[in-house]
């Protein structure tokens, strides 16, 4: 079993509906991450939790939604999006506090239509 | 602020041949952390290692070598007798001062191609 699990790792939805993305650590971790990575630009930090609260938020527009309900989990609520939220999401973890290790998981390939 | 500049975009060897990625970074404090991951083409970021600003040893692990100079500011990836399999996109990356996860900038990321 690796050690940060995605699902579903592939997600094609309409600009209307509603979805969630799921992230799931089982390396005993206390902090987690969503990164989205678009063609041809860098790695976006989007949001982090760190001992389940929100430490950070890069202005990410308001139809992407984190959740946080403990320190082994995480989703990302998706409504009403557009065609270039088109990417790949990645869930990662580390521990909180410093000298720490970011761990990914394998992505979520999310197309909008 | 600290900056990660990965000049190659992509990189084609042949296959056995070795090759050198490079990855020069930017940062004004004397305490930080470098880091390397591969990304195949199922998408996981997968670490590879990490060296903390003082420890300028360099590492070697099986095919795979790492060149840390201060002087230069790089921490260059050499992959020695390439595969197939190394085919990915490789990222460098810099966590400044207590390295706290969401202090981590990332690199634009070098295409390495391996032909059979």
């Known amino acids: 079993e690796t050690g940060v699990t995605q699902t579903p790792r592939h997600l094609v939805m309409g600009m209307t509906n509603k979805k969630s993305l799921k992230c799931e650590q089982h390396?005993?971790?206390?902090?987690m991450y969503w990164y989205k990575q678009s063609a041809k630009k860098p790695l976006e930090l989007m949001f982090v939790?760190?001992?389940?609260?929100?430490?950070e938020n890069n202005s990410v527009p308001s139809r992407f939604s984190p959740e946080c309900p403990n320190s082994s989990h995480l989703f990302l609520h998706l409504h009403t999006l557009q065609p270039e939220d088109s990417a790949l999401y990645l869930c990662?973890?580390?521990?909180?506090?410093?000298?720490?290790?970011?761990?990914f998981g394998e992505g979520s390939w999310l197309t909008v239509v | 602020a600290q900056k990660v500049t990965q000049a190659q975009t992509e990189i084609s060897v042949v296959e056995k041949e070795d090759v050198t990625l490079d990855c020069v970074y930017e940062t004004r404090d004397t305490t930080y952390y470098l880091f390397w991951y591969k990304q195949p083409p199922s998408g996981e970021l997968v670490f590879l290692i990490r060296r903390n600003s003082f420890d300028e040893q360099n590492e070697i692990s099986g095919r795979y070598s790492w060149n840390f100079q201060k002087s230069t500011s790089s921490f260059n990836f050499t992959i020695t007798a390439s595969q197939v399999v190394d085919s990915a996109v490789y990222f460098c990356?810099?966590?400044?001062?207590?390295?706290?996860?969401?202090?981590?900038?990332f690199g634009p990321g070098t295409r390495l191609s391996v032909l059979p």
């Open positions: 939790y760190s001992l389940e609260e929100r430490v």
């Open positions: 390396l005993g971790h206390n902090a």
């Open positions: 990662a973890s580390s521990q909180a506090g410093g000298a720490t290790t970011i761990y």
């Open positions: 990356a810099l966590s400044e001062g207590d390295n706290y996860g969401q202090n981590f900038v």
